[in-house]
């Protein structure tokens, strides 16, 4: 059996990028792995969030994770920061990671230009802390949106050398993990670039109806095909990309036919899409509010999860310093 490990950070509520590059993979292997998905809080200190946002904001996406299918019967669902042990191993492996990779690495790079009043070190060594949320662990695979992949390639570097520095086997070389498939980079409906949080360019699985057929009517298009079997414009691919994930196969060959032969009407196309999102997360939503209703129920899974993870937590740790050589006395 695999260990699968993935996790979501706390600042805003889940968007379909979340939903199609994370959950929805880690909701597909965990009946068949020994699986860990939690809630990246720590994670959300690098923006500042004020403090009484900070827990609703946990207690939302713990809602959203049980609304999207994550069975705390088979997986760990846990918050970060219920289990200190993560701080302990990114303490240590901060110890063998070099500031000039982690400068270097691109997601670190787009946060200086993005945030450039709050380079904290924190930013820095956001990749230290993923990377023990996963070894943490022992995971070997490692559900993820592409934007992931650096991260990835930082945490199987870590692993490594730790593995090399201290002659063990310690820790697997995890993978970033679809299926065998690409990893996913879902877009947003500016135009170009992903879908994310910071980019407000995001619909969210607790948008309501209305919001949604807004979002997606507003959506960037272009001025339409000129000739047959024309290339597609970035800002078209990605309406596409996102029906990919929520329509059926006819209507998305519908559509193409459509711009094949220069008869597509672009509104058409967006209501439709609206449509099949609408449609896709009615149900979500509905679980949504009935689990914000269940407050013990939210609190069970979250104590419980904390105590299956420390387990799995403390026992790495153990390990990891045994190698270190700290000894009692
Ligand atoms: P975060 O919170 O930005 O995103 C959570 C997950 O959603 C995926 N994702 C996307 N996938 C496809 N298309 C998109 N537009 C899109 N936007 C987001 C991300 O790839 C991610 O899988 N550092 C992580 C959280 C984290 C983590 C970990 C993940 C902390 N520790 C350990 C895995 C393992 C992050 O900021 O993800």
Redesign the pocket.
């Known amino acids: 059996m695999e260990i699968v ?5 706390s600042t805003g509520n889940l968007h379909l ?2 939903y ?3 959950l929805r993979n880690f909701t597909r292997m965990q009946h068949k792995n020994k699986c860990f998905f939690f809630i ?1 809080d720590y ?1 959300s200190l690098t923006t500042h969030p004020i403090p009484a946002d900070l827990h609703g904001n946990v207690r939302h996406v713990l809602a959203e994770y049980l609304a999207c299918g994550i069975d705390p019967g088979a997986a760990t669902i846990y918050l970060q920061s219920d289990v200190p042990e993560v701080t302990e191993l990114y303490l240590l492996l901060n110890m063998i990671s070099y500031t000039g990779e982690l400068e270097r690495t691109t997601t670190f790079k787009d946060k200086v230009r993005n945030q450039p009043d709050n380079v904290n070190a924190g930013l820095l060594t956001y990749p230290v802390l ?1 990377a023990a ?2 070894l943490i662990h022992k995971a070997d695979k ?1 559900p ?5 992949q650096p ?1 990835l390639e930082i945490t199987r570097k870590l692993a490594r050398r730790f593995n090399n520095m201290y002659k063990s086997e310690c820790f697997p070389e995890p993978e970033a993990y679809n299926f065998g498939e690409k990893l ?3 877009p947003g409906l500016d135009g170009s670039g ?3 949080k910071s980019e407000g360019n995001a619909i969210y699985l607790a948008d309501d109806e209305k919001t949604v057929r807004k979002k997606v009517m507003r959506a960037v298009t272009d001025s339409g095909p000129t000739g047959p079997g024309q290339e597609m414009t970035e800002p078209i691919r990605n309406l596409f990309t996102i029906m990919h994930f929520v329509s059926g196969p006819d209507t998305i060959q519908h559509f193409k036919d459509r711009y094949n032969d220069c008869t597509i009407r672009y509104g058409d196309l967006k209501k439709q899409l609206a449509d099949d999102l609408v449609i896709f997360m009615k149900p979500i939503q509905g679980r949504i509010n009935d689990i914000l209703a269940n407050e013990d129920y939210l609190a069970r899974v979250a104590s419980e999860g904390a105590e299956r993870a420390r387990e799995s937590a403390s026992a790495t740790v153990r390990e990891v310093r045994e190698l270190i050589g700290f000894k009692p006395f």
């Open positions: 490990v993935s996790g979501i950070r990028g979340n199609f590059g994370a990246a994670h993923m949320d996963i490692v993820v949106g592409k934007d992931q991260h996913v980079k879902i992903k879908m994310g």
